[in-house]
C-alpha cells in the first residue's frame, strides 16, 4: 500500500529555510502554511503569492514593509499604531540560521524553482514608498531643492495629523523624561527649558533656532526668556502652524517663523542657535559646511546646542536603512556622537558637554505610539491609512532602536571660543537648574 505525503506548504517552507524554531509567533498564509505556537497572542499571516514575493524580493525591513502597506502581509494582536510588541519579538525573539549566500539560495531553492523567475521580482510597490536614492540624486541635483523635497515628504503630511501624534507642544523631537510618570508634556517642556538653560539664554538676547519645527522651542525662549528668536524652517505647512501660533501666544514681537532655507538666513551676531532634530537631514558629507554656517551666525562667545539623533559608532554606514530611507527620511544620515563632536570643533567650535538622552528618546516614541493609536480613526481619514501605518512602523521600529541601542540621541553644547580663548565666560561648573527642578 502506497503511503500519501503532503507537500509543505510554500511560506511554511521558506521560513523554515531561514528561521530557527521555535518561532515567537503564529505565522498562517495563503498556501495553507500553519507554524508557530497556535495559542501566540501574535499572529501574522501571509494573504497571497505576491505578499510573499515581497517578502522574497527585499528580504528584511522593507519587504515586510511593503508586504504590510499592500495588504499582503497582515496581523493580530497588536495595533498598527503600536505594532512595538511584534517588532520586539522579531528582533530578539526571531532567529535566523547560520547560513552563508550560497546556503541561504541552496535552501529556498525549492520555493523559488516553484514560483518561477517572478520569485525575486516585487508586485507593485505602495505608492507612499519613495524611489531610490541613486534615481533622487540624479533627479534633483540642486541640493537647496533636494533637501526641500526631503523635508515636503516627511513633514508637510498634515499639521491636524501631528498634532494627534505629538500632542500639545508639538515638538516633533525627543523629550527630556526624569521618571517613568512623567507625561508627554511634562518631559518636552523640560527640554525646551534644558535647551535655555544649557544656551544660558537672557532676556534681551538673539537667538537663532534652525530647523525649527512649528515653534516649540523658539516659543519657549521668548515666553520663558525673553529672547528675541528668528526660527526657519523648510516646511511649508510648520511655519504656516508656527506663525498662527506666535500670533496666537502674543508673540510677535519676539518671534519670526521663516519658510525657507537655513543657509538663506542673512544676520548675524547671534547670541545663541539651536538646532533641534535638524542635523539628520544634512547629511555627513555636509557636517562641514553646516557647521561652518552656524559658527558665522555667532558672536564670539555664543553658544550652540546640537540636538540630534546618531548611531552609536561609525562601524555602519551613516545611511539610513531602507524602509527609513524611502518611506520616512529620504536623504537622511546619522553618524556617531565622535563624528558630530570632530565636525564641531573642524568648524573652529569648542565642545564643553554632552549628553546622551537615548532612553528618553525611547520612552517619547512610546507615547507618540500610543497617542497615533488612541487617535487612529482620525488619523487614517486625516492621512490615509498607508501613511498612518508608515507612522506606526516607524516609530515602534525606533523606539526599539533606542532601548537597544543601535540609536542615540545626543545633545553637544559648544562656544565659538575666540583665538585667545574668550569662551563667553563658560561657568566651571555645569549646573542645568530647570532638569534639577523637573
Not at 154 to 167: I, P, Q, R, T
Not at 206 to 221: E, I, K, P, S, Y
Request: net charge negative; proline share 5%.
Amino acid at each position: 500500500m502506497s503511503q500519501t505525503t503532503t507537500a509543505t506548504p510554500l511560506v511554511a517552507q521558506a521560513v523554515q529555510a531561514v528561521l530557527e524554531e521555535p518561532l515567537p509567533f503564529r505565522i498562517t498564509a495563503y498556501d495553507g502554511t500553519d507554524i508557530g505556537p497556535r495559542d501566540s497572542d501574535i499572529a501574522v499571516r501571509v494573504e497571497s503569492e505576491e505578499g510573499l514575493r515581497y517578502l522574497l524580493s527585499a528580504p528584511g525591513d522593507l519587504g515586510l514593509a511593503r508586504a504590510y502597506l499592500t495588504g499582503t502581509l497582515t496581523g493580530t494582536g497588536f495595533h498598527p499604531g503600536d505594532p512595538y510588541e511584534v517588532f520586539s519579538r522579531i528582533k530578539r525573539d526571531v532567529r535566523t540560521k547560520q547560513l552563508t549566500p550560497k546556503g541561504v539560495a541552496s535552501a529556498l531553492a525549492p520555493v523559488v524553482k516553484q514560483l518561477g523567475p517572478k520569485a525575486f521580482v516585487h508586485p507593485p510597490l505602495p505608492e507612499v514608498e519613495n524611489e531610490p536614492r541613486w534615481k533622487r540624486h540624479l533627479a534633483k541635483v540642486n541640493p537647496v531643492g533636494r533637501a526641500a523635497d526631503s523635508i515636503k515628504h516627511h513633514y508637510d503630511v498634515s499639521n491636524a495629523f501631528y498634532e494627534k501624534v505629538l500632542g500639545e507642544s508639538m515638538a516633533y523631537t525627543c523629550a527630556v523624561f526624569d521618571t517613568l510618570d512623567d507625561t508627554l508634556e511634562e518631559a518636552q517642556e523640560r527640554k525646551f527649558a534644558l535647551v535655555a538653560d544649557k544656551l544660558d539664554l537672557q532676556p534681551g538676547q538673539r537667538l537663532l533656532d534652525v530647523g525649527c519645527g512649528w515653534g516649540g522651542m523658539a516659543m519657549h525662549a521668548a515666553r520663558e526668556r525673553g529672547v528675541h528668536v528668528i526660527g526657519v524652517t523648510l516646511s511649508k505647512e510648520q511655519a504656516e502652524w508656527g506663525q498662527r501660533a506666535v500670533r496666537e501666544a502674543g508673540l510677535e514681537g519676539l518671534v519670526e517663523i521663516r519658510h525657507g532655507d537655513y543657509r538663506d538666513v542673512t544676520e548675524t551676531g547671534f547670541d545663541a542657535v539651536s538646532s533641534i532634530g535638524l542635523t539628520e537631514h544634512i547629511g555627513v558629507k555636509n557636517y562641514a559646511n553646516y557647521f561652518s554656517f552656524l559658527h558665522s551666525k555667532l558672536r564670539d562667545g555664543g553658544r550652540l546646542l546640537n540636538h540630534c539623533i546618531t548611531r552609536r559608532d561609525d562601524s555602519a554606514s551613516a545611511k539610513p536603512e531602507p524602509f527609513t530611507d524611502r518611506y520616512v527620511f529620504p536623504d537622511g544620515e546619522l553618524a556617531s556622537p565622535g563624528r558630530l563632536i570632530s565636525g564641531c570643533h573642524d568648524a573652529g567650535f569648542e565642545v564643553q558637554h554632552d549628553e546622551n538622552l537615548r532612553l528618553s528618546y525611547a520612552l517619547t516614541l512610546r507615547d507618540w505610539c500610543r497617542n497615533l493609536e488612541a487617535n487612529w480613526d482620525f488619523c487614517v481619514a486625516e492621512a490615509g491609512l498607508p501613511t498612518a501605518q508608515v507612522w506606526g512602523i516607524y516609530m515602534a521600529g525606533s523606539r526599539l532602536g533606542f532601548e537597544e541601542g543601535w540609536l542615540h540621541l545626543h545633545q553637544v553644547l559648544a562656544t565659538k571660543t575666540t583665538d585667545n580663548g574668550d569662551n563667553g565666560g563658560y561657568p566651571l561648573g555645569s549646573h542645568w537648574a530647570s532638569r534639577r527642578q523637573g
